[in-house]
Each structure stands twice: as C-alpha cells, then as structure tokens.
C-alpha cells in the first residue's frame, strides 16, 4: 500500500480499511492534494437510481467484488493541522462543502437539512431509503471523544469510517 501511505480509512472500531476501499483511498490522496484532514463519513454503495444499498456493501466485505462503492462525507474534523471539533457542526459543513466542490464522483458531499428530523427519517423510510445521519447543527465534535468518538452522531444502517489524510 506504499501509494496510499497517506490515507487511511480507519472504521468506527479502529480497522484500518485502506486497502478493502483501495479506490476511495485513491481518490481521497488525488483530491485532498497534500493537505492533512480527518473527515467524517459512511462508506456505500449505490445502484443504479443512486440510493445507497446496504446488502450490497456487506457483499462488497464479504467478497470484495465490483460496485459503485462511494464515500459519503458529512463532517470535517480537522483541516491542515487545526482541529474543528470546537467549531459549529454548520461551520465545518460549509467548509466542507468547498472542499468537495471539484471531488471525484466517489466522493460525495453529504447535504443537510435543518430542523424536522424525524419527519426526514420517516420521508426516508418512505422513500425507501436506508438511513438518515443526525446531528445537532450548533454541535461540536467532543475532543473527549477522540478522532472516532461518535459525540451525538446517530447513524442508521451505515457503514461508519473516520479518513485520515495524513
């Protein structure tokens, strides 16, 4: 993995899923272009109308084979040296939001909606979706939590992965 040494995709248990995700570490090195940052995000895989189909991710584990594996982003962590954890959810999304403008298609900044949360999950639920992340948008990320602490993160049904980009 000498190519990648510069990124590691690190899951909500510490396993280091670099190499399994070979293609999203890739693209993570190209786009991130040196700089150091730790964002936060679910690893998926989407089908052909562009929903996320979690079976397909397990078998992805399982068997390592072809998909439409994509790395959703909602949060940044830390950016060139600074942790943002202190800084408003809202704050490090728009930040993210700018870096991600010109990411490859792997890479998918995952947009937000304030307010109405649990109508959002049922509208998904509906709409046949496997999930919805939530998140308090004055909220800051817990630095007693450490890099993969989740400090009021709830996800549904996702694979969950902490990027460093060292």
Request: aromatic fraction near 6%; proline fraction near 2%; charged fraction near 20%.
């Amino acid at each position: 993995m000498t190519d990648l040494i510069s990124s590691l995709l690190i899951t909500r248990n510490g396993h280091d899923y670099s190499e399994r995700f070979r293609d999203v570490a890739s693209s993570l090195v190209e786009w991130a272009d040196g700089r150091a940052m730790i964002l936060d995000g679910e690893m998926a895989i989407t089908n052909a109308a562009g929903k996320t189909d979690f079976q397909a991710l397990q078998n992805y584990l399982k068997r390592s084979q072809a998909g439409n594996l994509t790395y959703i982003v909602f949060d940044l962590l830390a950016l060139d040296g600074a942790d943002l954890r202190g800084h408003p959810l809202l704050d490090r999304k728009e930040t993210l939001a700018a870096l991600l403008q010109d990411a490859p298609q792997n890479l998918h900044y995952s947009r937000h909606m304030r307010g109405n949360g649990l109508e959002s999950f049922r509208a998904a639920c509906e709409a046949g979706l496997e999930g919805i992340v939530g998140k308090k948008a004055a909220s800051i990320q817990p630095s007693s939590a450490g890099v993969c602490g989740m400090g009021g993160v709830q996800s549904v049904k996702y694979f969950k992965n902490i990027v460093q980009l060292l």
